[in-house]
């Protein structure tokens, strides 16, 4: 569920700040969203010093005429809290909202998203103004979802926080004893004798820099603080939640989350939220693929439920080093891809740009030559078109995806935090490689966390899974046990939940599904490859490369070279009624590609259609309905031959089997699938 089962038309609008301008604007930009075909409006995201000047003063006045004004006008609002940034006399009056930076510095006023998320004078207010805001407005029926605050993240070391962190800490462990066994104190004599020794991991205390990156000479406290402070900033989520139940107990809440965002375990998150809403800025660099695989991470961490796409510039950035300009037909496109991949609202950073201040060359809807003649106002125009003809067709559908991937927080934090063996041993380098390759496949996948159910998938893929928390073994075995493949890689199994290594042997708590173990691990240098032959292929062999030894597996490939030349690199191990894959490096695209080809036609996993490269495939089912979305991420246009009979959603035309369709530069076809059941 995104905004709710009652809602049957794509939601298409923004993030809207009339606050900033002159009443008169307001006027005109009511006929212009509507002209744009606009249907919601995400409210009062930055307006906390406006509604409350003053302690003990709130000023609901102007925020009452806005939302009488779109509701006049037949917008759907997204109402949010307006606690992304609190008002400077309240820094001044509560230092403690100030947050502390990890060199220790004391943060002064300014910036944004800068409350400290364990100050009691934060969580006092905004816990208020929530409650009053939702009381206001209850009356409103055309709120349809509330929206907490904004982009949280960040992190502080500031006092509250190291309190709160001990506490945290004296829930979870229970003795001091216990502490030292996970935080590993034994080493270099870090014992604690009591609570109130234990300090935040920074760079006042275990964190250092060196090759451009901080580390921890402790990573079990550092990662301890990485799962505290997701936690208390959820919390804050949480109290800000539960003050809007109290009033609208129907209207779902949302926050907007960033995709791969390190800082907060958004698997946690979601749990607690009512659907997930999220920001997409892909980098002009980006991939399609490294675009979908966000997509499919916010559909993953909320039960690959449908999402929000909560923002997207229509045109611009301000805040990359170059920004690029989407080209014509570009922002029609990633809005597709993200329907295509979970999105039932497509919404925009921001409706009118802003005169003053950081953002005000980001891109809008309503440009500052305040037209509605301009290249990106028509292209958004027709989007807006499109979407209401497309009425709810694929609304709540879900993506019919037989493989998965695995992604966990935890393992990210701790392998990033670990030192050695490479620096250039990055998970999202190792998840992307999987990924890209299935989905230039057009094979469907859902990104999966440790605690959700493997029993749909035939192909789970586990890159880089340095972490096997307690019990993650016993559900992979069973996967593989009642037939699932089961695919992970280099450094692999190596230690448990609190970053302590599993003795004898690695990978640890795996070897026995994988059939091997691992006795050393050869970091390259930059530059520096090894290789193996795989289906007659050469492959290279980078970043690391594992040197193990089989027990029950075989060998599908061994390195070429070095003093492990003929050791196994690649390899397959029968397990029940299963197979599980260990693949000991890491190599390139080509290779990934044949080996999910082999391992998927081994699983007999589908792809979504055939179709040249840069042409995506991708399936989303409604109820009976199956839509087909093609996609050309290509400069120039391409032919596609259509595996089926089709109507296409935008002009009604049809298709038969077979036919070949000429799909243009960035264009995009709708299909739905015909004479479904
Ligand atoms: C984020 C924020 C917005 C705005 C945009 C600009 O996503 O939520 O307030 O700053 O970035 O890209
Ligand atoms: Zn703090």
Redesign the pocket.
Known sequence: MAYGKDIKEILYGG?YNPEQWPQEVWEEDMRLMKKAHINIVTLN??SWAALQPSEDRYCFENLDRIMDLVRKNGLKVCLATAT?AHPAWMAKRHPDILRTDRNGIKRKFGGRHNSCPNSPSYRKYAAKLAGLLAKRYKGYENIVAWHVS??FGGECYCENCEQAFRKWLQKRFGTIEELNRVFYTAFWGHTFYSWDEVVLPNLQSEHFLADGMERSMFQGITLEYRRFMSESMLECFQMEYQEIKKEMPDIPVTT?L?GFYKPLDYQKWAKQMDFVSW?S?PDPADTPAETALQHDLMRGIHKQESFVLM?Q?PSV???QPYNRLKRPGEVRLLSYQAAAHGADAIQF??IRQSVGAC?KF?GAVIGHAGRDDTRVFRELEQLGRELGQLGDVFLEGHTPAEAAIFFDWDNWWALEDSAGPSIRMKYLDAVKDYYTAAFESNIPLDIIGMEDSFDSYKVIIAPLLYMTKTGIDERIRKFVGNGGIFVTTYFSGIVDGHDLVVQGGYPGRLRDILGIWVEENDALLEGEENSFVYKGTLYPARVLCDLMHLEHAKALSVYAKDFYQNMPVITKNQFGRGYAYYVGTRSDSGFYHKFLEDIFTEAKVAEAMATPKGVEAAIRVADDREVLFLMNHNEGSEWVVLNHDYSDLLNGKEYRKGDPVEVGAKGVFLFLKRNTK
């Open positions: 993030d995201t930055f992304g904004n982009e907007n960033m920001d800025y923002e510039t950035t301000n805040w950073f921001q953002e980001h």
